[in-house]
């Protein structure tokens, strides 16, 4: 079975886009980050769940997501981008091996992908290259942008820019 | 690499002469091959060898009357690569400087491991090992040792700058670990040379190529990661900026460690274990010494994905806990780290004379299906390698289940000084040590011309204005926005931090860490002075040792109780010129460390950081790292850059002479072709050491070296402590006769310092520094805030320190 | 001589300050040991007073600082913990150990993220003692300096008025004296109601000696000075001595 959960930060305001790139666009672009974990697995969902919620989320200062549907609203694209398959994923090899501690888990973990997406706010025009040349590095990552909610004819074209 | 096109299709070479016995290895067929047929394979299988060397293998397999497995070419080419071998110090030189001819044999023979010899031999029991350890230690007191080693992971930075950052101080930071019977890694270093962080896009003219900025955010934050996490506090770094190194950025990363002195030598016998700690074996790391030997081109930024390997510091560090407490309980006999080469080196190194049996199969991997030589050569971080006594097994066991990390046994030791490595019951590699390090002697030419003239210096219209371009130079501006990304404490033992003063942010010339166990302490710097180099290379040498020296004394160690390192980073090695500079270079660091009686105890080298761009060939200036490390026999000895007093005087030890060249106010100005100062070495060490009894008299204050951006500059840093203005008058500064008011108050002539003294101990000082260049230039102005430059009655410099720490402190915090 | 009082250093695969934590420890007087999470059970708090953890990278922090080392604590002798600290000893965490206390439950509600700069920053900063009767900074005077050096610094609580409330309770038993990394309130450092758990982000164990400090021509000025181990002038020690000293003196005379 395929889960997908998304963290995002309550309390870590969106920043100035331009902090990302080498040489600042204009258009007042902002960002905001979360984390998305993608979830092969067997046994009870609730299970999961479960574990999830008491492994990765700190529930005082993050909100989860269930779903594949992007957890926040009213952005222009969102970059998503993760270790691209033999590149080492450290913050994935920690949550492996702490699940391969636990002693007769009540699910199997199966596969896990780590994903971070930056969400992109504002702005004028398809800036997503700048951000994927800025950002993500083919020598480890791979990745693909999400057109926004902001503009619905684009939603059809996610996935162009995949390099995956 | 422009020959790589050549390389032909898979059916090529390779598989028309392989013999596959099993699955995991192939017997090669090259006693029939050619020159060019062998650097054809050569080539195929990514070895980095010359048809020469090749010929050279298979001269020695026609000796043996057999033909190589690949595992054994290989490990031949891993020990003969230039990153192994440094078979360029090693090579015979036709060079010629100005017209005049010479021969050297072998650049590393000639003046560094001579030259240190020489120096040792002149200071019985000061240095505990040098050049043939993975690092040089110098003696602390009767107990402890203190070892410094520094390398550069300059190619893969350029290509995943946060792995290759963090992979680099990694790598270095287990050669502390492998240094002797295993020393504690107690302080780092970095030093970057990078494209301006503002360099345009438009000015990158090649595909592929990251921005500088991203360079530098993923060096500095690569850095971080592994060294905060490590748990080391890193002390001590510079950054140069320059065009040059858009293309082939470089990072440099160091690592000192501590060592009880009986834990310094250690030995592989007949019957020990052969044993591995840390993390798995993977495919992950091939081939990354043969590539760290060969240029980058864009192809290569392209093809050599598998080279990136990104670092997990907790399976380094829980190794090094390991490490240590092994150590401390004497367990080990003999360790190294695991590192170009993978086993294979190390595997090699420890059994060079003794000779034994690897078995690949106890190998943990990462992944199935790796055959013998991706096992054997794999650079998989965080592993090292011990030779152990098989009573020590149990003990050892019990230490890797309490820090939690995997220990597995590679083989025996057995005396036979035959390397011996079997894999799924097969002898895949068996070859006699010795051979092993014969690599052919290279031969190369070199030349070099004086490159300046006589300039005139500009006359100064308002030097005021001259400074604040100076501060709020990518050369000179602050590195404090970096520096706070690493956590420069940690140990608890840094007590002259790299940022400092009484307001906490102001610059430091060397750092000091206290030692665990002893009241002696260590200071650590480095000097680094590429712009020198395009032109006066010899002077670049010379001036680099002058100032790593220079900022160790001033910090309070004892002039006669340093040592150093040479780390140099040079384009194209064949291009005669470039090769010429590096001679240069090299004639220029032996002259001073001799002069200095500061010794060579390790250095590397890495060459061929050039590039292919669009508009051609792009090369890096040949580029000298000096970073050194010295003693201090007491706390009360520590001292700062900072200002401290309201109404202290200011002095100047040291001669200001007349030549602008090298410095940062030249470059801004236009003058490249101006004359670089010479360094006067036996002057210096006479100040250095007069210098050191007003240390151990408790006279000095504070004290801050003159280097980039001149006196200015120096004085501004000293007094962004805020403790004071600064009234200073040049009247009696001991200078050349025709300086300059530019070279006065900009130029970068070495050897000088400004102390801070208190009024009542001037006379004292003053006679201390009898027969020395020496003057009161000014004293602190508790009554001011503003940095006043007069030169008799001719105001040069009266502005506001609030306004010049600013524009100093902001130049890099808007970038990184 | 005195029979010095046991403390435990917890020790996690990535702690890196338990070293210098131990000699701090040791120097005031405890007898400390460096424990590794691996051996750990619930009797090896038998005997002890006291029970630190020290600063570092706990299995790298990877998913959330803290996160792991409090789960596999938790598991392996989170019911001990308790029970220790309900029988009278004294829990400290210092930097990745207030994380991880935090974590565990052990100290107010609140959690630590990001610094606001979103920078890991190695800066000494100025405390204000909020709680002299505290076990831990009775020693200490109303304002200290300390260095810190973490990107997670940041306090948060579920609402605003959590943190507020803290600062009146006494919960938030020190502050920084300007906004260094984003935390509610500016706090640095947290205690339980009983006092005996304290937790924050400075390190102590950096500043022991007076010549740890920046400025040279920094002054010692502790609270109420207490009696310098024999020997030793009082001008020696930095404020994160008198922190070490006060936990001494109260774990002593509580003995």
Same mark, same amino acid.
């Not at chain 2, 090649?206 to 506090?233: C, F, K, S, T, W």
């Not at chain 2, 090699?348 to 003794?354: D, I, K, N, Q, R």
């Not at chain 2, 000082?765 to 003057?775: D, I, K, N, Q, R």
């Not at chain 3, 604590?73 to 004294?90: C, M, P, V």
């Given at each position: 079975?395929? #889960?997908?959960? #998304? ?72 970059? #998503? ?84 | ?45 990514? /070895? ?86 993975? =690092? ?42 492998? =240094?002797?019977? +295993? ?43 592994? &060294? ?8 001590? +770094? ?57 240029? @980058? ?26 490490? /240590? ?118 031969? @190369? ?83 680094? @002075? ?25 910090? +309070?160690?004892?002039?006669?109780? /340093? ?7 040079? &384009? ?212 001011? =805030? ?24 902001? &130049? ?5 | 001589?005195?029979?010095? %009082? ?30 590794? *999470? ?38 392996? *002798? ?21 994380? *991880? ?33 505290? %076990? ?71 500043? *022991? ?6 400025? %040279? ?11 310098? %181990? ?26």
């Amino acid at each position: 079975m395929q #889960e997908t959960f #998304e963290i995002s930060d309550r309390y870590i305001d969106a920043g100035d886009a331009n902090e990302l790139l080498y040489e600042p666009l204009d258009g007042g672009q902002t960002f905001r980050r979360t984390r998305r974990y993608e979830i092969e697995f067997e046994g009870e969902k609730q299970e999961l769940e479960a574990f999830i919620e008491k492994t990765l989320l700190d529930p005082i200062s993050q909100e989860l997501h269930e779903g594949d549907d992007p957890a926040l609203e009213g952005f222009t694209f969102a970059l #998503e981008y993760g270790m691209k398959p033999g590149a080492l994923d450290l913050e994935k090899e920690a949550i492996v091996s702490y699940y391969k501690g636990i002693e007769g888990p009540a699910f199997e973990l199966k596969e896990l992908n780590v994903r971070q997406r930056i969400y992109v706010f504002g702005g004028k025009g398809d800036a997503s290259d700048r951000f994927i040349r800025d950002i993500c590095n083919y020598a480890i990552h791979n990745w693909s942008v999400i057109q926004g909610d902001k503009d619905q004819g684009d939603k059809e074209n996610q996935g162009d820019k995949e390099n995956v | 690499m422009s020959e790589t096109e050549t390389i032909a299709s898979p059916e090529s070479i390779l598989d028309q002469i392989a013999e596959a016995p099993a699955d995991h290895y192939r017997i090669l067929k090259i006693s029939d091959l050619d020159g060019a047929q062998l650097h054809e394979l050569s080539q195929f299988m990514h /070895l980095s060898l010359s048809e020469e060397d090749m010929l050279a293998v298979q001269a020695i397999y026609q000796e043996w009357d057999r033909e190589p497995t690949d595992v054994e070419l290989e490990v031949i080419a891993q020990t003969w690569s230039e990153h192994c071998k440094h078979r360029i110090f090693g090579a015979d030189i036709e060079h010629e400087v100005d017209g005049e001819k010479e021969s050297i044999k072998s650049l590393f023979k000639t003046y560094i491991f001579d030259v240190s010899h020489r120096i040792f031999d002149t200071k019985p029991g000061f240095v505990l090992s040098a050049f043939h350890d993975n =690092a040089g230690f110098i003696k602390l007191d009767d107990e402890q040792a203190i070892c410094l080693k520094a390398e550069t992971h300059n190619h893969p930075s350029a290509i995943e700058p946060y792995a290759g950052a963090n992979t680099g101080i990694g790598g270095v930071v287990r050669d502390i670990l492998g =240094a002797g019977k +295993g020393a504690k890694p107690i302080g780092s270093l970095d030093v970057f040379c990078f494209g301006a962080p503002d360099t345009s896009m438009d000015n990158i003219k090649a595909e592929d190529v990251l921005h500088p900025l991203g360079i530098m955010r993923g060096v500095v934050r690569g850095v971080r990661d592994y &060294g905060n996490r490590m748990g080391i506090p890193t002390i001590s +770094g510079a950054i140069q900026f320059d065009d040059s190194y858009i293309y082939n950025p470089l990072v440099y990363c160091g690592t000192a460690g501590s060592i009880p002195i009986k834990y310094i030598d250690k030995e592989v016998g007949a019957g020990m274990k052969v044993i591995a700690v840390g993390g798995r074996t993977g495919r992950d790391g091939l081939h990354g010494a043969t590539f760290s030997s060969a240029a @980058l081109d864009t192809e290569s930024h392209e093809s050599d994905q598998q080279a990136v390997q990104i670092g997990n510091p907790i399976e380094e560090k829980k190794a090094a806990d390991f490490v /240590l407490a092994a150590r401390d309980a004497d367990l080990i006999e003999f360790i190294t780290d695991c590192g170009a080469g993978g086993y294979s080196s190390a595997a090699g190194e420890m059994l060079e004379e003794c000779g034994g049996t690897i078995n690949l199969d106890n190998v943990k991997l990462k992944e199935d299906g790796l055959v013998s030589w991706e096992i054997f050569i794999s650079e998989s971080q965080e592993r090292m390698v011990l030779a152990v006594q098989e009573e020590s097994m149990e003990a050892l066991q019990k230490l890797a289940d309490l820090y939690e990390t995997e220990l597995i046994v590679l083989g025996d030791a057995d005396g036979s000084g035959i390397l011996k490595v079997t894999h799924h019951g097969e002898t895949v590699c068996q070859l006699d040590c010795s051979k092993l390090h014969t690599a052919p002697t290279r031969e @190369l030419r070199s030349k070099w011309q004086v490159k300046t003239e006589a300039v005139e210096a500009p006359a100064l219209n308002h030097a005021g204005s001259d400074l604040r371009d100076l501060l709020s130079d990518f050369a000179i501006v602050s590195r404090e926005p970096i520096i706070r990304e690493y956590d420069h404490e940690v140990q608890g033992n840094t007590v002259l931090k790299p940022l400092a003063g009484a307001s906490g942010d102001a610059p430091q010339d060397a750092s000091v860490l206290r030692i665990n166990g002893s009241d002696k302490l260590m200071s650590m710097s480095v000097a680094i @002075l590429p712009e020198w180099g395009k032109t006066d290379p010899y002077a670049m040498g010379t001036a680099c040792v002058d100032e790593c020296v220079r900022q160790m004394v001033a910090s +309070g160690a004892d002039p006669d109780r /340093l040592a150093i390192l040479d780390n140099f980073c040079v &384009g194209n090695p064949e291009a005669e010129e470039e090769l010429g500079a590096l001679v240069e270079t090299v004639k220029g660091i032996a002259a001073a460390a001799e002069s200095y009686g500061a010794p060579f105890v390790s250095g590397k080298d890495s060459f061929y950081n050039y590039f292919e761009t669009e508009d051609g060939p792009v090369s890096i200036p040949v580029t000298i790292l000096i970073s050194g490390m010295g003693i201090l026999d007491d706390s009360s000895h520590v001292v700062g850059a900072s200002l401290r007093r309201k109404d202290s005087v200011m002095a100047m030890i040291g001669n200001t002479k007349s030549q602008l060249g090298g410095s940062v106010f030249a470059r801004q100005k236009g003058l490249t072709k101006s004359e670089v100062p010479s360094t006067d070495l036996e002057q210096a060490m006479d100040a250095y050491r007069k210098y050191y009894e007003a240390i151990k008299q408790g006279l000095i204050l504070s004290a801050h070296d003159v280097s980039e951006g001149g006196l200015a500059v120096t004085l501004a840093e000293a007094a962004f402590s805020g403790k004071a203005g600064l009234e200073i008058d040049l009247s009696s500064l001991p200078m050349d006769d025709d300086a300059s008011q530019a070279a006065i108050l900009f130029g970068e002539s070495p050897s000088r310092l400004v102390i801070e003294i208190a009024p009542e101990n001037l006379e004292k000082v003053a006679a201390l520094f009898e027969g020395t260049p020496f003057a009161p230039i000014g004293r602190a102005a508790g009554e001011h =805030a503003n940095l006043k430059v007069t030169q008799g009655s001719e105001v040069l410099i009266d502005e506001p320190l609030d306004e010049l720490k600013s524009l100093w402190k902001n &130049g890099l915090a808007q970038y990184y | 001589m005195e029979k010095r %009082p046991r403390a435990v250093l917890l020790k996690f695969p990535g702690t890196n300050c338990d070293e210098e934590t131990s000699r701090a420890l040791e120097l005031v007087g405890f007898s400390p040991e460096v424990v590794p *999470i691996s051996v750990m059970t619930n009797e090896t708090l038998s005997g002890v007073s006291l029970v630190v953890l020290s600063g570092g990278f706990s299995y790298g922090d990877y998913v959330m600082s803290g996160r792991l080392a409090s789960l596999v604590t938790e598991q392996k *002798i989170g019911d001990a913990l308790k029970k220790f600290r309900d029988d009278g000893g004294y829990l400290l965490g210092i930097c990745n150990g207030f994380q *991880i206390l935090t974590q565990l439950g052990l100290l107010p509600k609140g959690s630590l993220v990001e610094n606001t700069s979103g920078r890991f920053q190695c800066q000494w900063v100025t405390m204000q003692n909020h709680a002299p009767e505290s %076990p831990f900074l009775s020693q200490l005077p109303e304002t200290f300096e300390l260095p810190m050096a973490h990107a997670e610094g940041r306090l948060v609580t579920m609402d605003a008025s959590e943190a507020k409330a803290y600062r009146e309770s006494g919960a938030a038993a020190v502050t920084y004296t300007s906004d260094v990394n984003g935390s509610f309130e500016q706090i640095a450092g947290l205690q339980d109601e009983s006092g005996r758990v304290f937790g924050m982000m400075p390190h102590p164990e950096r500043f *022991i000696y007076r010549e740890d400090h920046y400025d %040279p021509d920094w002054e010692s000025q502790p609270g109420t000075p207490s009696e310098p %181990p024999s020997g030793l002038s009082e001008e020696k020690w930095g404020s994160g001595y008198y922190l070490f000293r006060s936990l001494y003196q109260s774990v002593t005379s509580s003995n």
